[in-house]
């Protein structure tokens, strides 16, 4: 079956640097496109980044432009968010989506940038 | 593209019909002709998962009392007859242009 399974969250100081992987399994990864969605405590979801599925074109949100980077390993089957300069604004748990319509998600991996 | 819902949030009786509008601020028609919006299901303390793509396509294993409708910059979501496991917050979504939600409809159990 269908598996998203996100990792890399934790605390972080303001300013400092996170990455998160996205494992997935029971499906061909290159035929899909990748999203990354994230969620701050009892507010609405976001999305922040998504990645073709042949890595040919990225987009992000106004929100983390510059500091974000989405990437995707083939031979890993996994999705990449390297996040960079982190505020506390960016305190929220992060979900990987799968496909064009988000069809499957993770389950989510909590981030928490505080000094 | 700016995702409106309304209401912010509605308590149903069990059993009983629940609507929830979604508008957008384009036109979500494509010209491959396909509706780019999407809605979804976000139960207490879960993942948000899809129920209806392409404005009115039932995902794999969504019960059909969920229906979805519209075209343009106006939809809807029906659930013809609510039940306990539907009370959860729903969001739109468009993929016309990248993403972006609605800021979501609480639903709760009368």
């Known amino acids: 079956q269908v598996q998203l399974v996100e990792s890399g969250g934790g605390l972080v100081h303001p300013g400092g640097s996170l990455r998160l992987t996205c494992e997935v399994s029971g499906f061909t990864f290159s035929h899909f496109y990748m999203s990354w969605i994230r969620q701050a405590s009892g507010k609405g979801l976001e999305w922040i980044a998504y990645?073709?599925?042949?890595?040919?074109?990225?987009y992000y949100s106004e929100s983390v432009e510059g500091r974000f980077t989405i990437s995707r390993d083939y031979g890993r089957n996994s999705l990449y968010l390297q996040m960079n300069n982190l505020g506390v604004e960016d305190t929220a748990v992060y979900y990987c989506?799968?496909?064009?319509?988000?069809?499957?998600w993770g389950q989510g991996t909590l981030v928490t940038v505080s000094s | 593209i700016v995702m409106t819902q309304t209401p912010f949030s509605l308590s149903v009786t069990p059993g009983q019909p629940a609507s929830i509008s979604c508008k957008s601020g384009r036109s979500l028609l494509h010209s491959d002709g396909k509706t780019y919006l999407y809605w979804y299901l976000q139960r207490p303390g879960q993942s948000p998962h899809l129920l209806i793509y392409e404005g009115s396509s039932r995902f794999s294993g969504v019960p059909d009392r969920f229906s979805g409708s519209g075209s343009g910059t106006d939809f809807t979501l029906k659930i013809s007859r609510v039940e306990a496991e539907d009370v959860g917050v729903y969001y739109c979504?468009?993929?016309?242009?990248?993403?972006?939600f609605g800021q979501g409809t609480r639903l709760e159990m009368k």
């Open positions: 979504m468009q993929a016309l242009d990248v993403y972006s």
């Open positions: 989506a799968r496909g064009v319509g988000l069809g499957h």
């Open positions: 990645i073709s599925s042949n890595d040919d074109a990225k």
